[in-house]
Each structure stands twice: as structure tokens, then as C-alpha cells.
């Protein structure tokens, strides 16, 4: 039925057969001495267009469109029916009638239109905004208990028993917890800096092409993209974050981010990556010492 292209010719004749088949019938009813007053035309030609442009014309208008034509409707409609002085005064006797509310009749309309129809309109709004369902109860368990072990990129780490491999006096054996005070203000720039220095150095690199733009440059959890999560970014400078964890927690974190977590971390969606996926076991381990060294904080051990 509906021919391409065919669609704005095909509008004009049904809106036209429409206009014909209404003043037919209208001055049929005048004749039998049943005319409908002006303003119930009014109305009537108003819905009866609406309804045309809104469910028989196929494919649907598109809604700016819908006004436009709309506005240009009851521009017309008002044109035709002030265009006589008769014409003007049966439309405005109604709304007279309302707002005087000379009749038993009209003080019901005006009650419904002034009372009833606010209220109702009221709480349809109210009714439309308010949440339909429970807020959730549990809050987030931010630091959730880790697994007994993790695989990260084929290998397997035993989170009570692993240690950072870079965590090392420059003899190659492991820091005893605490001593890498000593180069907690060094510089890591120094060509001959100890080993442990070196590592955190190349763990900064890592942290300022991965992290800061989330965990922020003073690792305060202020980066450009923060505000834009929720929950927002660890704060490693906070002594609620690394300095209450063991450094094999950090890494299981690091490696398998927000989709890692358990579910009593949910409901909150964490926007922190699985960098498993992007960098080695090594570069894990380097940039959790990174953070260690500058925010001047130890990795709690296994007490
Ligand atoms: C897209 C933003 C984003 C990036 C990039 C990002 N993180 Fe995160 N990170 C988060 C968010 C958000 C959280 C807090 C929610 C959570 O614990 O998962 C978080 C949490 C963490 C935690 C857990 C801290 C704690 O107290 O449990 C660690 C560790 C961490 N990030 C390290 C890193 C490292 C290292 C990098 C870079 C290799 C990095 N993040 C990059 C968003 C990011």
C-alpha cells in the first residue's frame, strides 16, 4: 500500500478526503439541526490530525517533525474559527463558561481541570521519577579476602608464600621488611643506584604509562580520568590502601583488576583493568614497588 516516494502525495489526499468527509458530515448534522458547537470542533480536528500523523502515517514522522506540523494545525485551526466574529465568540463561550463557572456543569469541568488534572498530572511526574526498586543494603567490601593462590599469565603464586622477586639487596637476596627505608628519598636517576632503586625506577615507567591516569601523578588517586568511576581510584598516599596490604595482594589486584574481584565487592562496578593482559608477571611486581617506594610504605607481612 504505502508506494515510495508516493508518501507526501499520499498524505495530502487522505488528509483532503478527511477535511471532505468532515464538513460533509458537519453540514449534514447542521441540516438535521445537531451542528457541533465551535470549540468541540475545534478539538475534534485537532485529535483527529494528531492521530493521523502520529499512528497511520507509515513509516512514523519523526517527532520535531510531528510539532512542526502540529504547530502549523492549531495555527489554522485558530485562524478559521476567529476569521468570523460569530465563530470567535461560540469558541470562547466555553472557556468562559469555565473559568465563570456559570453552570452545575461547567464548575465540575473547571474543578477537574484546575484540581483534579494538576494533582493527577502531579502524580503521574512523582510516579515516573521514583526509583521503582530497592537501593542495595551491603556496602562494598573494598579490601574483599584473596584467593589462597592466583595464576597470572600461565605461572602460578601461592599468595601466602610469594615474594616480590625485585624486592632485593644489591647481594640478590630479599629485603628484610623495613629496609628499604633507607632509600626511601634516593634518587633513582643515579646511574650506579643500588638494585633495589633500579627496579622501582623502571617500575615508575610503568606507572606513568599505565596508572597516573587514573591513580593520579602524586599516586593520591586524583588522575585526569578518576571522577569518572565509581567507585573512584585507590588513594595509594591513603594509609587505607598499600600500607594494610601484603604485596601479594597488590599483585593478585593489579593483575586481575575490578572484573577479578569477588562478589562481595560488587555491587559497585570497579573501573580498575586487569593488567594481566597487558603487562608481565615482572612488570607487575615492579610497579607495586614503585608505589610502595613513593608513597613511603611498607607491605604489610604475614604476621
Ligand atoms: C581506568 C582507571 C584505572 C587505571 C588505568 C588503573 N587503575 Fe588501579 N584502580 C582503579 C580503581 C577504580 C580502583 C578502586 C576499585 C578497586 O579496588 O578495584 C583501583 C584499585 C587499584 C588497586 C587496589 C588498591 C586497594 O586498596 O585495594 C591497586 C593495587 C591498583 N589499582 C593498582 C593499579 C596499577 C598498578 C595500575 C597501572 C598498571 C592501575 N591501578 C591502573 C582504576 C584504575
Known amino acids: 500500500m504505502w508506494t515510495e516516494g508516493y508518501m507526501p502525495v499520499q498524505m495530502l489526499i487522505h488528509l483532503t478526503v478527511m477535511m471532505a468527509v468532515y464538513v460533509g458530515a458537519n453540514y449534514f448534522l447542521k441540516k438535521i439541526g445537531k451542528g457541533i458547537p465551535a470549540f468541540p470542533q475545534a478539538i475534534l480536528i485537532w485529535l483527529g490530525t494528531y492521530s493521523y500523523f502520529k499512528f497511520a502515517v507509515a513509516p512514523p514522522l519523526p517527532s520535531t517533525l510531528l510539532y512542526t506540523f502540529m504547530g502549523l494545525v492549531t495555527i489554522v485551526i485558530f485562524l478559521f474559527i476567529s476569521s468570523t466574529e460569530q465563530g470567535w465568540t461560540d469558541f470562547k463561550r466555553p472557556i468562559l463558561g469555565t473559568l465563570m463557572a456559570v453552570n452545575p456543569m461547567y464548575k465540575g469541568v473547571r474543578t477537574f481541570s484546575f484540581v483534579v488534572l494538576p494533582l493527577l498530572i502531579g502524580y503521574g511526574t512523582y510516579d ?8 542495595p543494603i551491603d556496602l562494598r567490601t573494598v579490601h574483599p ?11 602460578n603464586f601461592t599468595l601466602q608464600t610469594a615474594q616480590n622477586p625485585y624486592r632485593v639487596e644489591d647481594n640478590g637476596e630479599y629485603m628484610e621488611p623495613g629496609h628499604e627505608k633507607k632509600y626511601f628519598k634516593s634518587n633513582v636517576f643515579e646511574p650506579n643506584a643500588p638494585k633495589y632503586l633500579q627496579y622501582v ?7 606513568f604509562q599505565n596508572c597516573h591516569f587514573c591513580h593520579g601523578d602524586n599516586l593520591n588517586g586524583r588522575g585526569m580520568f578518576a571522577f569518572a568511576f565509581v567507585p573512584i581510584p585507590a588513594n595509594f598516599v591513603d594509609p587505607g590502601t598499600l600500607a594494610q596490604l601484603q604485596e601479594t595482594f597488590v599483585f593478585w589486584r593489579i593483575a586481575k583488576g575490578g572484573p577479578g ?7 559497585w562496578a570497579s573501573a580498575m583493568p586487569p593488567w594481566e593482559e597487558h603487562l608481565t608477571t615482572d612488570e607487575i611486581w615492579k ?3 614503585f608505589e610502595y617506594w613513593h608513597t613511603e610504605f611498607f607491605p604489610r607481612t604475614w604476621e
Do not use: Y
Open 128 to 135: 515516573f521519577n521514583v526509583p521503582k526498586f530497592d537501593e
Open 261 to 267: 574481584l569477588p562478589t562481595e565487592s560488587a555491587p
Open 287 to 289: 610497579v607495586s614497588m
Open 145 to 155: 579476602a584473596p584467593p589462597a593462590s592466583t595464576t597470572v599469565r600461565g605461572q
Open 201 to 207: 625506577k623502571e617500575g615508575g615507567s610503568i606507572f
